[in-house]
């Protein structure tokens, strides 16, 4: 995984093994600590220690392509979750969210609430993360068709809650009257959210994030988020670890892409959903 | 001299091998030449040239209301289509219904069968009617923002040609012949909200 500082990770982790384990594997969750050299070195390991199968969560979509390869070349399947690496032949299989067409969505919703006009701000993130630019540019092929709606910054806070509040307090001191809030996860939507609120904002700027983690789900039940997108992340993983146990078992002709949907969650419909996932 | 005849001949042989077996070219020529995927044309194409056929053989709402009423789950598998996996499909559907309401963003319509179907006339955005063909394969391309051009490419046409003259000549109680692409959710079924990017509009005198 990139990183298991983030519940969202931990949960496709853990969700991962499990399936693995109940199809009988032997399993181990390696943490890159978002770090392209970290990673490396648990390629390596997992090489050495003779796993078969790698489900991935790259940590960079080009950097992480060499060890893609270096396990393709050792005889150990990739079977990249959430995130793509940049390489059609590396990868098993690449088992993704359709983050661009959620954040066309996000981006409709967005215009109609802020009724086509206002200063809002975007919050970024991990620029090496080619998630990052699919939902901006989604977001962006609806919002900027809206000459009413100003972006006044945008920047990158690398999906992280921490990150992300010091950046919204970093631009309000330059944009003290905005009026709304794009984040590329939820992660940074609440720590955007926290920024807003000890700066007496919270009612005044809509924030939106994307994932479909716990406390943004709480936090639109309570009004204090305006919406999100929600990922399937038990989805990405269990197909991953069946397509690993459908590799041993000798199949080859998979997909080299997939697109798991992702759906919007406001106000109008988040009881139907649960974090990370739906109700029924 | 002979080893001196020996040696020019050598490097002679060694330069010419190297000129013809190195090559440079400017990177701005090399780019140049590189396919691109050509998103307007291949939206044009799709919205003239194939799309019709699907309309012309398309299920009309009211039928496909009537149906998702009785067998949600045989009527999402032989009617949705969509190029992702998860519970939302799109639909390419056609029917008649009379103009009840028009605001900013919709033109709402009540169907022969007194279904409610809403028009978007200003959000036209997503992947709707790019799914709702069946005509795009997700494994016909690498590159997902060649697929998601798609969408924004079609869109662009449909707000440009097929919106314009229908909303400056709607009015209440008019009569409309439509085609176009809905979406549903399978887990989170709802029939009364149901909205369409339009793909024709045609009003009856």
């Given amino acids: 995984m990139s990183t298991l500082n983030n519940p969202w990770f931990v949960f496709l982790a853990q969700t991962a093994s499990a399936q693995a384990k109940s199809l009988g594997y032997e399993t181990k969750i390696f943490d890159s600590q978002n770090n392209t050299a970290t990673e490396t070195d648990n390629f390596e390991n997992a090489i050495a220690a003779g796993y078969g199968a790698i489900l991935f969560n790259p940590t960079d979509a080009n950097g992480s392509v060499v060890n893609v390869n270096k396990a393709k070349a050792a005889g150990v399947a990739v079977f990249c979750m959430d ?71 945008q920047q990158s806070a690398d999906f992280d809650r921490n ?23 939820d992660a940074m939507a609440m720590g955007a959210y926290q920024a807003l609120a000890a700066a007496g904002k919270a009612n005044k700027v809509k924030v939106m994030g994307f994932d479909g983690a716990e406390d943004a789900i709480q936090g639109i039940k309570d009004g204090k988020i305006l919406g999100t997108a929600m990922q399937f992340p038990k989805v990405m993983a269990q197909t991953a670890a069946n397509y690993a146990d459908e590799y041993f078992k000798g199949k080859r002709d998979f997909p080299k892409k997939i697109q798991v949907g992702v759906e919007m969650v406001t106000g109008k419909n988040v009881s139907d959903y649960i974090a990370y996932g739906k109700k029924n | 001299m002979k080893k001196g005849i020996k040696y020019a001949i050598w490097i002679i042989i060694i330069v010419f091998v190297g000129y013809n077996s190195v090559y440079f070219r400017k990177l701005s020529e090399l780019k140049a030449t ?76 009540s169907t022969i069968a007194h279904n409610e179907l809403q028009i978007a006339t200003e ?83």
């Fill in chain 2, 123 to 205: 959000y036209v955005f997503g992947n709707a009617i790019r799914d709702a063909s069946g005509l795009v394969n997700l494994n016909d391309f690498t590159n997902t923002i060649d697929l998601s051009n798609i969408s924004s490419e079609v869109n662009k046409i449909i707000r440009a040609k097929v919106i314009p003259p229908f909303k400056s000549a709607a009015k209440k109680g008019d009569k409309v012949e439509f085609t176009g692409a809905i979406e549903l959710n399978q887990a989170h079924l709802n029939l009364s909200d149901i909205e369409m990017l339009p793909v024709s509009l045609k009003i009856i005198p």
């Fill in chain 1, 83 to 153: 995130r793509e690496v940049n390489s059609t032949t590396g990868p098993t299989s690449q088992i993704l969210s359709d983050s661009y067409s959620g954040c066309v969505n996000l981006g409709k919703y967005f215009v109609k609430q802020m009724h086509k006009k206002g200063k809002y701000v975007e919050i970024l993130g991990i620029v090496a993360d080619n998630n990052t630019w699919n939902r901006s540019k989604g977001f962006h092929s609806v919002v900027d068709y809206y000459p009413g709606l100003q972006m006044v910054a």
């Fill in chain 1, 163 to 185: 990150k992300g509040l010091e950046v919204m307090e970093s631009i309000l001191q330059a944009h003290p009257d905005i009026d709304g809030v794009f984040c590329g996860n």
């Fill in chain 2, 34 to 109: 590189e396919k691109t995927f050509n998103a307007p044309a291949y939206a044009q194409d799709l919205l003239n040239n194939k799309l019709p056929a699907v309309t012309e053989k398309a299920i009309t709402l009211d039928e496909l209301i009537t149906q998702l009423k009785v067998s949600p789950a045989n009527t999402f598998a032989e009617n949705g289509h969509v190029l992702s996996i998860g519970s939302t499909k799109f639909f390419m559907v056609k029917g008649t219904g009379t103009i009840v309401d028009i605001d900013d963003s919709d033109v709402k319509l």
